[in-house]
């Protein structure tokens, strides 16, 4: 089997294999876990514990995503959210530096919504600003971690995301997820590439200029 039928195979059947196994053996193992920040949202936080919102998936088809809750629903005078950084609570800035926030996604991977590896899901509003090349980055699932992730993460421009998930899509195999499996680990014990420079979160896309 060529190297170019290897990737092909695992595409089809080994990827979702890993997946249904990954996310499986997570949420069993780590259950107390999961229960415990979900406590720890509960009081710290507020309900509810779980953040939901519709986002785009393979072939940019939107899913209801599910992750905990990092942030409060603080509002304004006008009865407009007030800026991330303002609401991302104590707390919140610890989970989204452990990555704690993200377990909740194991879910949507055994629903086959999303991949332990691939592109972030970005937001629904996104869709219509992304060149047709940005587009590929939904030729795959959406994934907990990915390329961009295990290379910057957040202190990535947009532009340099982009170009990282489109070398995932063109290059994803068994070896190169377990490699992004690993480097993962090690991104979220270093707890680094969280935030983008004065921000809470990546700044809003407007689209590629130039």
């Known amino acids: 089997m060529s190297t170019t039928e290897g990737r092909g195979f695992y595409r089809r059947h080994g990827k979702r294999?890993?997946?249904?196994?990954g996310a499986g053996?997570?949420?069993?193992?780590?259950?107390?876990?999961?229960?415990?920040?979900?406590?720890?949202?509960?009081?710290?936080?507020?309900?509810?514990?779980?953040?939901?919102?519709?986002?785009?998936?393979?072939?940019?088809?939107?899913?209801?995503?599910?992750?905990?809750?990092?942030?409060?629903?603080?509002?304004?005078?006008?009865?407009?959210?007030?800026?991330?950084a303002r609401r991302l609570t104590r707390l919140g800035r610890f989970l989204r530096a452990s990555?704690?926030?993200?377990?909740?996604?194991?879910?949507?991977?055994?629903?086959?919504?999303?991949?332990?590896?691939?592109?972030?899901?970005?937001?629904?509003?996104?869709?219509p600003l992304y060149s047709p090349e940005q587009m590929r980055r939904h030729d795959v699932r959406p994934g907990i971690t990915g390329w961009a992730q295990v290379n910057g993460r957040n202190a990535l421009t947009w532009e340099e995301k982009f170009a990282l998930d489109l070398?995932?899509?063109?290059?994803?195999?068994?070896?190169?997820?377990?490699?992004?499996?690993?480097?993962?680990?090690?991104?979220?014990f270093a707890r680094d590439g969280i935030g983008h420079g004065e921000e809470a979160t990546m700044p809003w896309f407007t689209g590629s200029h130039g």
């Open 17 to 21: 294999l890993l997946d249904i196994t």
């Open 25 to 84: 053996l997570g949420l069993i193992l780590l259950g107390p876990l999961l229960l415990g920040v979900a406590l720890a949202v509960r009081i710290g936080i507020g309900g509810p514990v779980l953040f939901r919102q519709w986002r785009p998936g393979f072939l940019g088809l939107p899913f209801l995503l599910i992750k905990f809750r990092s942030m409060t629903g603080e509002r304004d005078a006008l009865g407009r959210l007030l800026p991330d």
């Open 99 to 127: 990555s704690l926030d993200e377990l909740p996604e194991l879910w949507n991977v055994l629903r086959g919504d999303m991949s332990l590896v691939g592109p972030r899901p970005l937001l629904v509003e996104y869709l």
């Open 167 to 188: 070398w995932y899509v063109d290059n994803c195999s068994f070896l190169v997820d377990v490699k992004i499996l690993l480097r993962t680990l090690v991104r979220v």
